[in-house]
């Protein structure tokens, strides 16, 4: 067990619909990462926070938003759902910016239909 | 932009035999990572290396860096049915952490 807490663990929704994804980072840990990992695209970096706020940003589409809350945890916020958006999304924690290694939550399987 | 590649993408060996895993990435870097994923599970972190000419061990797993080639590779000594899993390794750019393909290990009897 990482530590780090992703709710739900699989989701099933339809085209145009909008979910959100939840993360609870490590306890201490101020930043987190989101990962998308799918079957053609591999693990691609979608969005980092540090202490509330964003610090870098990956292949993140404009339909998808995040954000970090005062208490550290984060959420992942997909819209226009299309059934490419298919995947398993991870969220990770780390101390501080990649000082050290990031430890992963178990994921969430997204399936659009 | 950071690219990470590795190779091979698929590994099938038989027990016992020795591998190794290549990890090239493309812009200077100051730290690799090599991560596990069994199917459908999450990420384990199994070594994270600093500096050039880091060799880190565990178990039946080994990693080195070199830091002035920009490889990275992950050696496999007398594999196991418990090492069947999907290797990554990861390298940081300034705030973010890329990852490479991926390698498919499965080891048969």
């Not at chain 1, 699989?10 to 990992?37: E, F």
């Not at chain 1, 079957?39 to 970090?68: H, T």
């Not at chain 2, 016992?16 to 599970?41: E, F």
Request: net charge neutral; charged share 20%; with cysteine.
């Amino acid at each position: 067990d990482s530590g780090v807490t992703q709710t739900p663990k699989h989701l099933i929704t339809a085209t145009g619909q909008r979910v959100t994804l939840r993360c609870s980072p490590r306890s201490g840990d101020l930043s987190v990462y989101w990962y998308q990992q799918s079957l053609d695209q591999g693990l691609q970096f979608l969005i980092q926070y540090y202490n509330g706020e964003e610090r870098a940003k990956g292949n993140i589409l404009e339909r998808f938003s995040a954000q970090q809350f005062p208490d550290l945890h984060s959420e992942l916020n997909l819209s226009s759902l299309e059934l490419g958006d298919s995947a398993l999304y991870f969220c990770a924690s780390s101390v501080r910016t990649y000082t050290g290694e990031l430890f992963f939550g178990e994921g969430s399987r997204l399936t659009v239909l | 932009e950071l690219k990470v590649e590795q190779n091979p993408l698929f590994l099938s060996m038989q027990e016992g035999k020795n591998y190794t895993i290549y990890c090239n990435y493309s812009t200077t870097s100051d730290r690799l990572y090599w991560y596990r994923q069994d199917p459908g599970k999450s990420l384990e972190s199994l070594f994270v290396l600093l500096s050039n000419g880091a060799v880190k061990q565990e178990g039946r797993l080994m990693a080195s860096l070199d830091t002035k080639a920009r490889l990275s590779t992950l050696h496999i000594t007398a594999a196991v049915h418990d090492l069947s899993a999907t290797y990554f390794c990861a390298v940081t750019n300034t705030d973010k952490l890329i990852f490479g393909t991926g390698t498919r290990l499965q080891v048969f009897p």
